[in-house]
């Protein structure tokens, strides 16, 4: 848990975990292989990082 911080501070938080960032976070910027893939409010950036999964995974069923 992280501790309660002023308004107006900036945290950055590196991590694997996506449930980490969304009762700490306002907003967040995904990164897959170094490159920037979505930015923004928590929610928008996450669902966004679920789509592209889902979809990535639907098209490696099928090619399987």
């Known amino acids: 848990r992280l501790p309660q911080v002023a308004a107006g501070?900036?945290?950055v938080l590196?991590?694997?975990h996506v449930e980490e960032i969304v009762p700490v976070f306002t907003h967040a910027l995904l990164l897959?292989?170094?490159a920037k893939q979505a930015a923004g409010p928590v929610g928008e950036v996450?669902?966004?990082a679920?789509?592209?999964r889902d979809g990535a995974q639907a098209s490696n069923s099928?090619?399987?």
């Open 9 to 11: 501070t900036s945290i």
């Open 14 to 16: 590196v991590t694997h």
């Open 32 to 34: 897959r292989g170094g």
């Open 46 to 48: 996450l669902r966004r």
């Open 50 to 52: 679920l789509k592209d």
């Open 62 to 64: 099928v090619s399987a």
